[in-house]
């Protein structure tokens, strides 16, 4: 079963300390001030078994933490959040641009973070979301200084490019409604990403299947190997002219 996440403004019920008080004393240093706290809700999921067993014990340890700080720029420029990742910090800088697109930077420290198995990459939870009009830019660890600067560039780069603007953030509903839209996005994309790795290993199971039997009626290996070809490309062409391809975050 596919588990869902979901985000919602905790500001008046949470309780629990932040994790990183320091980081929000420093990012208040420059130039934010918390408008509140977010909290996300997942539920395990079959996408936890990219992890290993004690990596999902941490998994399911790290879904119940505390919910995170949401600053403002006090130029208007970004949201902020200083949440974790697994035991790891993780700053998340948001700018939305009068185009309606998204752009993102992010902070990640490579120490205690949840890492999936084998050579799965464990920075696709941050940068598998990214589209035309959602763009993600990944900074190795935490330095809050280096990634706030990071941002601005980034910003600046992506707006150039696209002939937009960052609009004004100021509120905490603008936002809420920014991580509810980037949430839905992500989910999206994830719903997807499990259909197309459930047709491609039928594909495979079928394609192995048809060459074996294929191989035992013709002996001709390049007659099988043909055939699992073509097998794979028609469902890599029917996933592609289904809505299986990741959506613009604008259409979500």
Do not use: K
Request: net charge positive; charged share 25%.
């Amino acid at each position: 079963m596919t588990g869902t996440t979901y985000v919602a403004d905790v500001t008046a019920r949470e309780q629990r300390p932040v994790l990183f008080p320091d980081a929000v004393v420093e990012m208040e240093g420059l130039g934010f001030s918390v408008l509140g706290r977010f909290g996300t809700v997942a539920g395990a999921s079959r996408r936890d078994r990219i992890f290993t067993r004690p990596e999902r014990e941490r998994l399911a340890a790290w879904r119940e933490r505390p919910a995170y700080p949401v600053l403002v720029a006090d130029d208007g420029s970004a949201f902020a959040s200083v949440d974790s990742y697994g035991d790891a910090r993780v700053l998340l800088l948001r700018t939305e641009l009068t185009d309606g697109s998204l752009v993102e930077t992010v902070g990640v420290d490579r120490e205690g973070m949840l890492r999936p198995r084998g050579a799965i990459d464990p920075f696709a939870v941050f940068t598998n979301v990214e589209t035309s009009d959602r763009d993600v830019l990944m900074l190795p660890g935490t330095d809050l200084a280096r990634v706030v600067a990071g941002h601005r560039e980034h910003v600046r780069v992506v707006a150039s490019r696209r002939g937009s603007l960052a609009v004004v953030h100021a509120a905490r509903d603008h936002a809420l409604r920014i991580w509810l839209r980037a949430n839905a996005h992500a989910e999206l994309t994830a719903r997807r990403s499990d259909l197309l790795s459930t047709a491609l290993g039928c594909a495979v199971i079928v394609a192995v299947g048809a060459s074996a039997l294929l191989g035992a009626a013709a002996a001709t290996v390049a007659v099988a190997a043909l055939v699992g070809m073509v097998l794979w490309v028609a469902v890599l062409a029917l996933a592609a002219r289904s809505r299986l391809v990741r959506r613009s975050y604008r259409g979500n």
